[in-house]
């Protein structure tokens, strides 16, 4: 047994393609401890009470009958739990992706449920295929521009966000989205107008309390404990007459296996919407999963998750499901109910299936007011103000990106709140190198090497000779920066100068502008009498400065091994009497 077993690890390995690397879902039930049952089984108990009102509300929004988003909850959960690297996030229809998907809809089947259904399910495949193809190419380094700024900021603001969404639920009100601040000040008028069930919030602010209270006693399943006796208060005490919201009766059927295709539409809206799909749903989860794997200080396979955020779409666009991505509302839900495998996502799917199909009537009495209290209490742990704390303390500039980005989110929403908050974070990148620091060296009595003289101005420098350190790659941004800046070092040395060398240690790149700056500059410095010349040049560096045409131009002579041996060679060749 052991040698069919070291036989196909080998074959693996001589294939290349490692199947326990693609399949995680697979690798985690190997290692799955017996302990986590219980805790995985409430949760995904718990998680139920949730997948169910949004998955129908999400699917209405998107222009679909309410039953196919329950559909897009059940199948995607079971793929993500195969092909997902994530433990604990939860996938399915999302609010994010209500405004794209209707965009397509609305144009070719805004009365036609199976038409839309139909158009909601090829945007899954194509999203599906686009995830999937971006995964096994290895695209998912795009994820690394998320720094632990951006990500708090990204986290607080739909912290922020989800709570404000819940709150007129809490109040038994219907408010009509327009975006955080403007929902708040719709809310407030409401309030001020009487129009508040309070009924209706004396339910969900108990519920709150309660989830709140039980919260430290992990054993006790909070979540579940509140929303059993909210439901209970509502059928035993007839709250309904109140004019507590319920969620009423559940639609009833299953997925079954379908391939979506219509004629008559323009595929290329049915491609483009799918591709918008994807952007955002692979936005959301990669931010997501990178949160929530540094809380369980697990590793992030951000190609993985593109690959399993693929899978489940395909899967949802193919058994009749619409569009996917990770939910920052239900995933938190999860968490907090104790959730220590995709095995709760597993018990999710499983127990929406048995609702639909012997006991559709369960939740209808199940308060609105009560699921907001859930979502606004998992809200609540989102937010994440300590750290800010430190970070603010010891950079804030970078304090102000995770501002920015928790501004862009509550005031635009999550996507263009988070692609500010990139772009800030980028150009922030740029200017550094396109400014980037400096020093002129010189040698310090009693410390080995040479530093800067504006930080040691006790250093010596060599008669003669400019030793020039640049701290970042050069490329087209810093180019003439750096010519200006060699220049002008040359013409404020305190004695004329013979060779100029480049302590090019921290230079790990350059790119054609720069290599055609600098044979101008050598050009420049030749007229001037002054040799250009390099130390500790990288070798990737100098293969391009060979393919540039530079390192013949120069002479191999003009590169050194080290700023020591630099000094050395033009102590010998100068004739300059100094001692290191």
């Keep these: 047994m052991s040698d069919t077993s070291h036989s196909g690890s080998s074959a693996r390995q001589r294939s290349g393609f490692d199947w326990q690397r693609w399949l995680p879902g697979l690798v985690t039930l190997r290692h799955y401890q017996m302990a986590w049952l219980p805790r995985d089984i409430a949760a995904g108990l718990v998680l139920t009470t949730m997948l169910v009102p949004v998955g129908i509300a ?57 038409r839309a259904i ?55 009100l219907s408010v009509d989205s327009q975006g955080p601040l403007r929902d708040l000040w719709s809310l407030g008028q409401a309030l001020l107008d009487g129009r508040a069930n309070w009924p209706s919030f004396a339910v969900g602010a108990g519920s ?76 959301d989860t990669s931010v997501l999963s990178r949160t929530y794997a540094a809380r369980m200080k697990a590793p992030v396979n951000p190609n993985q998750e593109m690959f399993g955020l693929g899978v489940a779409n395909l899967a949802s666009g193919l058994f009749q499901g619409i ?22 996502g597993i018990i999710g799917a499983l127990a929406v299936t048995l609702l639909l199909l012997v006991a559709p009537n369960l939740m209808q009495h199940l308060p609105n007011s009560a699921l907001a209290a859930v979502v606004i209490a998992a809200a609540l742990g989102l937010f994440e103000f300590a750290d800010l704390k430190r970070i603010f303390r010891m950079q804030q500039w970078e304090f102000w990106l995770s501002f920015t980005c928790f501004v862009g989110v509550a005031v635009f929403g999550a996507i263009p709140g988070i692609c500010i908050a990139v772009a800030v974070s980028v150009i922030e990148f740029l200017w550094d190198g396109w400014r980037p620091h400096f020093a002129i060296l010189g040698r310090v009595e009693g410390t080995r090497g040479y530093h800067d003289v504006t930080r040691y101005p006790q250093a010596r420098r060599i008669p003669g000779l400019v030793l020039f350190r640049w701290d970042a790659p050069l490329f087209f941004a810093n180019a003439e920066q750096f010519q200006n ?27 054609i502008t720069s290599a055609d700056m600098l044979a101008e500059l050598d050009k420049a410095l030749e007229e001037r009498g002054v040799e250009l010349q390099f130390a500790e040049m990288k070798d990737p560096v100098k293969d391009k400065m060979k393919r540039f045409e530079l390192f013949e131009r120069m002479g191999e002579s003009a590169f050194h091994p080290t700023v020591g041996a630099a000094v050395d060679a033009y102590l010998s060749e100068s004739g300059v009497d100094w001692q290191p």
């Design 323 to 344: 569009p996917i991505s990770s939910s920052s509302s239900r995933t938190p839900v999860a968490e907090a109910a104790g959730s220590k495998t995709q095995l709760t």
């Design 208 to 283: 709150l309390v309660l989830i709140l209270l039980l919260k430290p006693y992990q054993r006790l399943p909070g979540i579940l404990i509140a929303v059993v006796l909210a439901t209970l208060s509502v059928s035993l005490f007839d709250l309904g007459s109140l004019g507590v919201k319920v969620l009423g009766e559940l639609p009833q059927g299953l997925p079954a296996f379908s391939f979506p295709w219509l004629s008559g539409i323009d595929l290329t809206e049915i491609v483009l919407g799918g591709i918008a799909v994807a952007l955002v749903s692979f936005a």
């Design 485 to 511: 800046t060699v220049l002008e070092s040359v013409d404020q040395s305190p004695t004329p100068v013979q060779r100029l060398v480049i302590a090019a240690e921290p230079v790990t790149s350059i790119d």
């Design 58 to 114: 999400y699917a209405e929004a998107s222009g679909v009958p309410g039953i196919y988003g329950l559909y897009a909850t059940i199948i995607p959960l079971l793929a993500y739990a195969l092909f997902g690297p994530s433990r604990i996030l939860v996938l399915g229809p999302d609010s994010a992706l209500a405004a794209p998907i209707l965009a397509v809809v609305v144009q070719y089947a805004a009365s036609d449920p199976q």
């Design 118 to 172: 139909a158009i909601a399910s090829m945007m899954a495949l194509v999203s599906g295929v686009v995830c999937m193809v971006a995964g096994l190419l290895r695209l998912g380094f795009i994820t690394e521009l998320l720094s632990k700024p951006i990500r708090y900021g990204y986290m607080n603001g739909i912290a922020l966000t989800v709570l404000i969404s819940q709150l007129p639920k809490l109040f038994g």
